[in-house]
């Protein structure tokens, strides 16, 4: 069945270190790929999407490129900041992109001064 | 403008209560679902309502039911509470219109069964 799969955490970093966050998904079809943010307490924040192959997503800094070769969406940050900790998700659509979101488990990311 | 607002914030029960959760989704969308987020994972998928129906639905029990109503809010209802329904709950509102595919969630509301 559809899943999404991310990198294990948790991701502790200095401030202004590079950022990846690995994330695979499965599915029988071209899903919608989308990273939401977590922050402490709080619900789920769009961070951003791409909605077919060879799409790049981008935010506040992050970039995501929808891979189908790989059925990838690996989330990047050039510099990081303390303000970027929080849990990060990436989720699909599901081939039948009926609005049913599949979400990975989660990464926290940490980043120190 | 207002987003996905949930009521209540917390919320303490008891095992065997009855619970009720409220959603009001974001002013012009149209579907709400719903999502059960259980500590250190995932959020999973639990229904999701458009036009007062249930039109799509997750790995849930029948403990699980909704509503939805005329103005598009809406309801999440568990029966028969286990510990294991521990856990925040996310409300989603999305648009059947442009960009249709954007879900925007509340902050949650966090229930513990005691």
Redesign the interface.
Same mark, same amino acid.
Request: hydrophobic share 25%; net charge positive.
């Given at each position: 069945g559809d899943s999404v799969t991310q990198m294990e955490g948790p991701v502790t970093l200095s401030e202004e270190a590079f950022l990846t966050i690995n994330c695979t998904y499965t599915a029988t079809g071209y899903p919608s790929l989308f990273w939401y943010v977590q922050y402490p307490g709080e619900g789920l924040q769009l961070l951003l999407k791409a909605t077919k192959a060879d799409d790049k997503g981008s935010n506040k800094g992050f970039e995501a490129t929808y891979r189908k070769e790989t059925t990838s969406f690996h989330l990047e940050k050039g510099s990081v900041q303390v303000s970027d900790s929080a849990v990060y998700f990436c989720a699909q659509h599901g081939s039948s992109n009926t609005g049913k979101l599949i979400f990975g488990q989660g990464t926290t990311l940490q980043v120190k001064p | 403008d207002a987003g996905?607002t $949930?009521s209540p914030t917390h919320l303490i029960k008891t095992r065997g209560q009855q619970v009720t959760l409220r959603c009001s989704p974001k002013s012009g969308h149209d579907?709400v679902?719903w999502?059960q987020q259980a500590l250190? $994972?995932?959020?999973?998928?639990i229904f999701?309502y458009y036009e007062e129906e249930e039109?799509?639905r997750?790995n849930f029990p029948d403990r699980f039911s909704g509503h939805q109503f005329p103005n598009y809010s809406s309801e999440l209802n568990v029966n028969a509470l286990l510990l294991g329904d521990s856990a925040l709950y996310?409300c !989603?509102s999305?648009s059947t219109g442009v960009g249709?595919?954007? $879900?925007?969630?509340? !902050?949650?509301t966090r229930l513990s069964v005691l």
């Open positions: - | 996905v $949930q579907t679902s999502y250190g $994972q995932g959020p999973q998928f999701q039109r799509q997750g996310l !989603a999305s249709k595919n954007i $879900q925007y969630f509340g !902050a949650g």
